[in-house]
């Protein structure tokens, strides 16, 4: 299972190497909890927050690192309500969300939360501060809530739904973006008086939104759908749609450069605004519901089970070439008819298989020094091979003509 968990997330890859890379770069980190993680954010390079919690048995966690990541202490919440989201607007300010209108608010790092009154026991899920006092959380039955005193008061804003709403993303104090169910995506221009609906194209669950500018955004979701907008949301364009993955956070570094991560344990990242999106790999196979970047390089998700993920070097291979000087060729390539394996020094037995573009295996062999496999009834595109002798492995591309 973990191969071909493997095998599946570096499909995208096989478009750039001939010879694929296979020690993942993102690292479990020891969280010392198994509650569920949904959120999590840093406020430097060192200091980082992650909150989450199970519905049954009912527990919550916060956990608080000031050394990147090294270790996680817990916090206490003060409150068996189960936090969702969590967002600072400085070093020591921050706030979290959760269920039974649960708000908590610190003002020393966490060293104590301190309940605030939200005016509502609909589950919030998502929070957003675009400046010290203005701030806004969502969640179920189409609850908007706003502070425009740091969290001392909210108010309650119209929606106009009755639907559960998971993120919320302003770009500055008049403009934000909400997501929710069957598509939704809200817009406001003036602070959340108004709330207008666009139109996203989309009928499936919508779960985090991000933008990198006030016309450049991104929404993900279920069916692995990534959506982007360039004008301010007036149209959303489809960049990934898929079948059975749940994609649950998005974050950017930059206008290039976003992830997205979800279900099951999937790792996308982009490197030019969208427009191309590789897999990486997380060596989990659970929820991943929330990504967050401290820099270009460094990166943090959280999910289910407790799960901590970091990267130093924004989640690439590090390329192994575990042949120390390939002995396999593989010709012609591109290919049509028939596709030609051969060892031409090793005479050790190797296996291979053959892999589709979403990492199926669609053809297994060996060959100790020639073998000739029939692939004109392939359909058309790239496949990934993989050659292994029982010591050391690598993958190759080909093209089927």
């Known amino acids: 299972m973990k191969n071909k968990l493997l095998f599946s997330s570096i499909v995208f890859f096989i478009l750039l190497f001939n010879v694929i890379a296979v020690k993942a770069q993102w690292t479990l980190q020891s969280s010392g909890t198994t509650n569920d993680l949904k959120s999590v954010y840093f406020t430097d390079a060192n200091t980082g927050y992650a909150v989450g919690g199970h519905i049954s048995p009912t527990s919550n966690i916060i956990l608080k690192t000031i050394n990147c990541g090294i270790n996680w202490n817990t916090q206490t919440s003060g409150t068996f309500d189960i936090p969702q989201s969590v967002y600072f607007t400085d070093v020591n300010t921050g706030y979290i969300v959760g269920s039974y209108g649960l708000i908590l608010k610190t003002v020393d790092g966490g060293t104590n939360w301190i309940a605030q009154t ?18 806004y959380a969502v969640g179920s039955y189409g609850t908007i809530l706003k502070t425009t005193d740091g969290g001392l008061t909210w108010s309650s804003q119209a929606s106009g739904l009755t639907i559960p709403l998971f993120s919320v993303y302003f770009i500055d104090i008049n403009t934000g973006y909400v997501v929710g169910t069957s598509g939704t995506i809200l817009k406001t221009t003036n602070g959340g008086v108004d709330w207008n609906s666009q139109t996203s194209g989309a009928s499936q669950d919508l779960y985090s939104v991000f933008f990198t500018d006030a016309n450049t955004g991104y929404v993900a979701g279920d069916n692995c759908r990534i959506l982007k907008t360039t004008n301010g949301g007036t149209n959303w364009t489809v960049q990934i749609i898929g079948t059975n ?5 998005v974050f950017f570094n930059n206008m290039d450069t976003g992830y997205v991560v979800g279900w099951p344990g999937i790792i996308l990242k982009t490197n030019n605004g969208g427009t191309n999106w590789t897999t990486q790999t997380s060596n989990v196979t659970n929820f991943l519901y929330s990504v967050h970047f401290t820099d270009a390089n460094t990166g943090y998700i959280v999910g289910e089970g407790g799960t901590i993920l970091k990267t130093t070097n924004g989640g690439v291979f590090v390329e192994e070439n575990n042949f120390q000087k390939s002995e396999i060729c593989i010709y012609p390539n591109p290919v049509f008819n028939e596709l030609i394996i051969e060892n031409k020094e090793n005479k050790e037995k190797t296996d291979f298989e053959i892999l589709n573009s979403i990492g199926q295996v669609v053809f297994k062999g060996n060959l100790i020094e020639k073998t000739v496999v029939q692939i004109a009834n392939f359909p058309s595109g790239v496949y990934l091979i993989k050659l292994e002798n029982g010591k050391t492995f690598e993958f190759k591309k080909i093209v089927k003509e």
Do not use: E, K
Not at 245 to 249: A, D, E, G, K, V
């Open 118 to 135: 939200s005016g509502t026991t609909n589950s919030l899920i998502s929070v957003f501060f675009p400046d010290a006092n203005n701030g």
């Open 245 to 249: 993955n749940s994609l649950r956070s």
